[in-house]
């Protein structure tokens, strides 16, 4: 029953080779990812819903925002990286990425958007968790 409930991944993509490429590359604890179809519906998510329902600063404008926030803007087409402190002392910091997944060759039809948050005392820049991150997807399959 709880199977009705959990994210279908496409066919042919592993579920614990992406989780094993996503933690290799942006893994922790404080790390959400998740993918969904273009047109709404999760494939994929890496992290509890507890830690993927935190609001954190959205780092490139005033306020906080949300992975849910994120997944509607890449729906739209828009690619975003953004990083900075959370704590005033600077011991942590969050990295934002999300947008449209890239398309494998021979996959034209693909139509997924991702958004990730890290946040930690060593978050990666948000640049650099993008890069990782569609790097991991792509060695996995997806």
């Keep these: 029953m709880l199977s009705a409930c959990a994210p279908k991944l496409p066919e042919g993509i592993d ?3 992406l989780d094993e490429a996503v933690a ?5 604890p404080s790390t ?11 494939v994929y998510r890496y992290g509890t819903h507890t830690t993927c329902a935190r609001s954190l600063p959205a780092c490139d404008a005033p306020g906080v925002t949300t992975i849910e926030t ?13 990083s900075c402190d959370t704590a005033e002392e600077a011991s942590r910091g969050v990295a934002w990425a999300s947008g449209p997944l890239p398309a494998l060759e021979g996959r034209p039809d693909r139509q997924m958007v991702y958004a990730v948050f890290m946040e930690s005392g060593d978050a990666l820049s948000g640049l650099e968790t993008k890069r990782r991150l569609e790097a991991a997807f792509k060695r996995a399959g997806l």
Excluded: H, P, W, Y
Excluded at 24 to 28: K, L, P, T
Excluded at 32 to 42: F, L, P, Q
């Design 15 to 17: 579920a614990a080779v």
């Design 24 to 28: 290799r590359a942006v893994g922790s």
């Design 32 to 42: 959400c990812v998740v993918v969904e179809n273009r047109d709404g519906g999760v």
């Design 70 to 82: 994120q997944l509607n803007a890449a729906r739209a087409g828009k690619v975003r990286t953004a």
